[in-house]
Antibody, heavy 122, light 106 residues
């Protein structure tokens, strides 16, 4: 059974930094691209970042480009999201998600973690 | 960037009704479209990918159709467990989600 478990969320002030982790199990982590998706309170889903299976390629929307960095440790089956220069509008639940097809990048998200809440407030 | 517009934003229907949600893309995404169900306080659950392929374990009352720029998600007979928000997502050009449709029981 695929399991994705996020951790590292919390409350911090604008301008601060935070690193989220996502521990993966139940599948060959190193074979799949992985993504982060966020959901602001009462709002819809927003794609945040994707990393290729080997970690060489990364993708971001303009809203987080230059502030967020996705990375992965395939030896420890863990996905990360380093978030810098945080703003109030980054407040959201952050989900990690497995890209559906091995070695592919532009595919749908098949499995999701339970989410980690990040609150940015002064 | 490819934009997705869902309609309606909210839908209220009776148990047993046939329910249809529409997702329109700002440019063609061919059939690279998925649908997700999300219940309050829970993670999204994948229902359909490639516009019409049902994920394993998803009840057959759910179906998807469409190609190009117009897609639909249909629930053939609405059940109380289907109360949730539904999101379309394109994965032809990076990834974009629709704004969501909340389905309620009358």
């Amino acid at each position: 059974e695929v399991q994705l478990l996020e951790s590292g969320g919390g409350l911090l002030q604008p301008g601060g930094s935070l690193k989220l982790s996502c521990a993966a199990s139940g599948f060959t982590f190193s074979s799949y691209a992985m993504s982060w998706v966020r959901q602001a309170p009462g709002k819809g889903l927003e794609w945040v970042s994707t990393i290729s299976a080997g970690g060489r390629s990364t993708y971001y929307p303009d809203s987080v480009k230059g502030r967020f960095t996705i990375s992965r440790d395939n030896s420890n089956n863990t996905l990360y999201l380093q978030m810098d220069s945080l703003r109030a509008d980054d407040t959201a639940v952050y989900y990690c998600a497995q890209v559906a097809v091995p070695a592919a990048i532009t595919e749908y998200f098949q499995h999701w973690g339970q989410g980690a809440l990040v609150t940015v407030s002064s | 960037d490819i934009q997705l517009t869902q309609s309606p934003s909210t839908l209220s229907a009776s148990v047993g009704d046939r329910v249809t949600i529409t997702c329109r893309a700002s440019q063609t995404v061919h059939t690279w479209l998925a649908w997700y169900q999300q219940k309050p306080g829970k993670a999204p659950k994948t229902l359909i990918h490639k516009a019409s392929i049902l994920e394993s374990g998803v009840p057959p009352r759910f179906s998807g159709s469409g190609s190009g720029t117009e897609f639909t998600l249909t629930i053939s007979s609405l059940q109380p467990d289907d109360c949730a928000s539904y999101y379309c997502q394109q994965y032809h050009g990076y990834w974009t989600f629709g704004q969501g449709t909340k389905v309620e029981i009358k």
